[in-house]
């Protein structure tokens, strides 16, 4: 080292020019990440308003844009529903089984078991959908068609193929179940032990201990978690696509018929290929809605999450 | 549950017996669930092999057989345990229910697969294919280029997002807001990033654009936010005590960061990009829209339609032609070759994370 | 080559709070200084404002003067990363780096900032600063593995050879035995005494004992109450100090009664 401490120039304040460039290219990946995301709302926008205000005639569809989404997001809304309303309970069953129930060392190979369920490509999913599950619902539609035919939502008549939005649903829950399940995983692990410790010390039983110590620490999350797999299945594509037949503009509480609603992204990949002139910026204005809806659904999410961080003592 | 009166055979004994009896009394024995559940699955074995009933109606009948834990426990333990019990049979059946789809997709993906995979089947396309024959050459192809350019759009852009919000925005405004629509976007649908992908092309390429290279945009913008999330958690986890080394040595700060934190999450940070590759490979819809589908095999990304292989899956299943079986195989040919893909990716992320990561450290 | 240290009325503030109150303090050259006192009293702070390590926690700042040889480290166009490549630095905790074999670890100064070297020349520096570490025997053929296999006086030898190898002016050592057992502290402690002939040392330790063992001179900080600045309440010779203080709290603390 040299032994005078004398900068060699004079300078007010020293930056090096490495420590400019490295802070300035993570500070701009950091904003370009924010360009992104306005970006993809901008572009959306741009390309999509001239769907929403082209006329009937300029459509393949021949109908203006509102009477043509509506069915789509009541659609998307319907499968996501059905699916959050199968997955929630069985994916705070599974998070409390690996969580509480099974041997800790256990517990973490069975997590990874229900990781792998997220790694499997949606079309796969979709295959299986339409190749395995679809086949094997079948006969169940049938016998619900024929015994609880009178509850509107097993009117009927009952699909030949099973290709319903039911099984839309199902394959869809199977889907969002793993992000689910992770996050109630964590949560509930994060439970302090004292709460739980004081639960069991009262006497109480193993789901006594669960509904007075872990339930209400975990609530926030699980609805947060909810609301994550909520936006999933609401924006998966191509496992609805590939199972779901569908008839336009239907809007229907049937879930077990031939004849179902489409969903927004499903209309999307299943139209876009033969689409022309404004057909193709009405697609966009309805990729824009689902688009927004997701974002708002991840929003609340996040901001549940955020929230809780904030005012849980694990930190 | 208990019961306080006294015992009329040691009434001298009161006491003692009371307490015995809280302690002992009206309790199943130890073994109770193992024999209900082994019933219950001898029950469902047999009929599942002597009357033929469906897999998956076995199931349903060692589920409700295992009902009976619970009602047993009501005769004896009392509501309490009893409901307990009911519980844990529950919340058992919903682990065994969320498995059953896993294995049913790893066995009908395998056994249907299985039959097309060949060496032709990973060294021919589909140009000029009818009927029989055919591979998925150009879709192989076609995957490992757009996927490889997600990557490397992706994970520059990403590493250096989450040396920000670690290393340089101390916490500020800007970095809040990142973090936040970090989060927000990695539940962006993928059709949606398609279709952004197909939004922005078109302004410079005109309608009807198709290029592989759109593809990799839009996958980069499922991919960034994966990438910042886990780089960002890995790079949490680099001991403060080492940057400070590192300084107190005189070394600066963006040296610190390239020469001693990256390296020492470098296992962490491998692993959480081969998960969002792993992540990415298997999206089929922002393709669709952007990359297309072609039967030829195509290497410039730059120039027109580019096959992968979940579009190629979806696309023979969806229009197989006639006869329509072959079609269908390749497609579940193609989806067995997806997911060994995929899964490949998951072991190795396991693998380096568990031999690469600095050992020795408290 | 060591250097003498003069901090003259020195207040150091995190933000608006104010952590270190008029420090004016000699540090003499080839001697070991020890800064004792209380828990939060800022003898540590002190010690990192010395090399300028504080300011990696944000919103740190100075007000006074730190002459080394008559330079001012506060000066505007004073380069933080040169002083301290000036003025070592071990710390409370072993943290060779984990990725580095322990040669690469003793040369961790000269690698990170990217400067060519022969063989030989590296070869050299590992050679003389693990033996002025007194470590050189104990690891000589086992250069290539890595520096966290070795225990946590090991450890923190090396990070005392990786401090020297640089060839620094002076070294500060922030308890530095704080996490060893007391025969790693007692190797660390002879090894202070040899260092001392080349280097200034300026040591904090919250073990009375060891500053009396290793310590020429002795800086006893005290904070008059929680939330109030940490000061410099007396310094001078470590015999005088622990035989003779002159204030009533350097003596309630040297003899246990607080602290």
């Known amino acids: 080292m040299t032994s005078t401490l004398a900068p060699r120039r004079k300078r007010s304040t020293v ?16 904003i370009l990440i924010l360009i992104v995301l306005a970006g993809v709302a901008a572009f959306l926008t741009i390309e999509g308003i001239p769907g929403i205000t082209a006329s009937p005639d300029e459509v393949k569809s021949g109908q203006s844009f509102l009477p043509y989404v509506w069915p789509l997001v009541y659609g998307t809304l319907l499968a996501a529903v059905i699916a959050l309303l199968i997955a929630v309970p069985v994916a705070i069953g599974v998070a409390l089984f690996i969580s509480h129930y099974s041997p800790r060392k256990l517990g973490q190979v069975l997590g990874y078991l229900i990781d792998l369920l997220a790694a499997v490509p949606s079309v796969v999913y979709g295959l299986w959908g339409i190749g395995f599950l679809a086949p094997k619902m079948a006969p169940i539609y049938q016998w619900l068609e024929s015994n609880l035919g009178f509850i509107p939502f097993f009117a009927g008549p009952a699909s030949a193929t099973g290709r319903t939005i039911m099984t839309a649903s199902i394959v869809l829950a199977v889907m969002i179940l793993p992000i689910m399940t992770a996050i109630c995983r964590e949560i509930f692990l994060q439970t302090p032990r004292l709460h739980e410790e004081a639960a069991l010390a009262l006497g109480a039983t193993r789901w006594e201990m669960a509904r007075m110590a872990i339930f209400p620490y975990a609530r926030s999350g699980i609805v947060s978690a909810a609301m994550l797999g909520l936006g999933r299945a609401l924006g998966e594509t191509l496992a609805v696509a590939m199972v779901l037949s569908v008839s336009a503009g239907t809007v229907t509480a049937n879930l077990i018929s031939s004849t179902n609603p489409s969903t927004i992204a499903a209309n999307i990949a299943l139209s876009f290929g033969e689409a022309s002139g404004k057909t193709v910026n009405a697609l966009i204005a309805s990729g824009l809605v689902l688009f927004v ?23 | 549950m208990t019961t306080l009166t006294p015992t009329p055979e040691s009434p001298g004994n009161r006491g003692a017996v009371d307490v015995q009896k809280e302690l002992y009394g009206g309790q199943l024995p130890e073994r109770a669930p193992l024999l209900v559940i082994g019933a219950a699955v001898v029950v469902a074995a047999a009929l599942y092999l002597a009357a033929g009933v469906n897999l998956m109606l076995a199931a349903l009948v060692v589920f409700a057989i295992s009902l009976a834990l619970p009602v047993w426990s009501v005769a004896v333990e009392g509501r309490r345990k009893a409901t307990d019990r009911l519980v844990t049979v ?26 097309v995979l060949g060496i032709d089947f990973f060294t021919f ?38 040396i920000y919000l670690v290393e340089y925005s101390e916490g500020n405004r800007l970095s809040r807001w990142i973090r936040f629509l970090v989060d927000v976007m990695t539940g962006i649908p993928s059709i949606v990033a398609g279709l952004f992908a197909y ?25 960034i936010p994966v990438v910042v999330r886990s780089t960002e958690e890995m790079l949490k986890l680099v001991p403060n005590e080492l940057r400070e080394a590192s300084y107190a040595l005189g070394v600066p700060k963006w040296r610190t960061v ?105 | 080559m060591a250097k003498s240290i003069d901090v003259s009325d020195l207040n150091i503030y995190y933000g608006d709070f104010l952590a270190v109150e008029g420090v004016t303090i000699p540090i003499p050259a080839k001697s070991v200084t020890a800064f004792i006192g209380p828990s939060g009293c800022g003898k540590s702070t002190f010690l990192r404002s010395l090399n300028r390590m504080h300011e990696v926690i944000r919103g740190a700042r100075v007000e006074g003067k730190v002459l080394i040889d008559g330079q001012d480290l506060y000066a505007s166009d004073m ?140 800086a006893f900080f005290n904070l008059s109450g929680v939330g109030k600045p940490g000061r410099l309440i007396e310094v001078g010779r470590t015999e005088t100090i622990f035989s003779n203080p002159q204030d009533p709290a350097t003596e309630a603390y040297i003899q246990g009664r607080f602290g």
């Open chain 1, 293 to 315: 809806i997701t974002f708002l659904v991840n929003f609340a999410a996040r901001a549940v999450v955020d929230r809780r961080k904030d005012f849980s003592g694990a930190n």
């Open chain 2, 258 to 362: 390239s020469k001693v934190v990256l390296p020492t999450a470098l296992a962490g940070i491998v692993t959480g990009i081969t998960l969002a590759i792993a992540r990415v490979i298997g999206e089929t819809a922002p393709l669709l829209i952007i990359a297309g589908a072609t039967d030829s095999v195509n290497f410039n990304p730059f120039d027109g339609r580019m096959a992968s292989l979940p579009v190629f899956a979806y696309a023979s299943q969806r229009n197989p032609g006639i006869p329509p079986e072959f079609s269908i195989d390749r497609a579940w040919g193609a989806a067995l070759t997806l997911l060994l893909i995929v899964m490949l990716l998951n072991l190795i992320a396991r693998l380096v994370s568990y031999f690469f990561s600095p050992k020795g450290e408290r």
């Open chain 1, 15 to 30: 930056v090096r020019p490495g420590d400019r460039i490295f802070s300035g290219l993570s500070t701009s990946a950091g």
């Open chain 3, 79 to 218: 380069d933080p990363v040169n002083v301290r490549r000036m003025i070592g630095m071990v710390f409370q905790r072993p943290n060779p780096f984990p990725t580095m074999s322990i040669y690469d670890n003793v040369l961790a100064g000269q690698k990170l900032n990217s400067k060519r070297m022969k063989k030989s020349e590296s070869d050299d520096i590992v050679e003389r600063s693990l033996r002025s570490a007194g470590l050189w025997a104990e690891v000589k053929d086992r250069l290539a593995r890595p520096g966290s296999g070795l225990s946590g006086g090991q450890q923190q030898r090396l990070c005392i050879a990786r401090a020297i190898s640089v060839e620094p002016e002076i070294l500060l050592m922030d308890e530095p035995c704080s996490a060893l057992d007391p025969i790693s502290t007692s190797v660390i402690e002879d090894l202070i005494h040899e260092l001392k002939a080349q280097y200034t040392i300026v040591i904090v330790t919250h073990n009375m004992q060891q500053a009396a063992r290793v310590s020429d001179e002795t």
């Open chain 2, 125 to 162: 396309s589909m140009r000029n294919v009818v009927g029989e024959g055919g591979g998925i050459y150009h879709a192989l192809v076609g995957t490992l280029i757009i996927t490889g350019a997600a990557t490397v759009i992706s994970v520059p852009i990403g590493l250096f997002a989450a």
């Open chain 2, 199 to 223: 939004a922005l092309f078109v302004l410079f390429f005109g309608e009807g654009v198709r290029m592989g290279i759109g593809g990799s945009v839009a996958l980069s913008v499922l991919m």
């Open chain 2, 90 to 115: 529950l919340v058992t059946s919903s682990f065994v229910l969320a498995m059953f789809p896993l294995f049913s997709i790893l066995v009908t993906v395998i056994g249907k697969g299985t039959k």
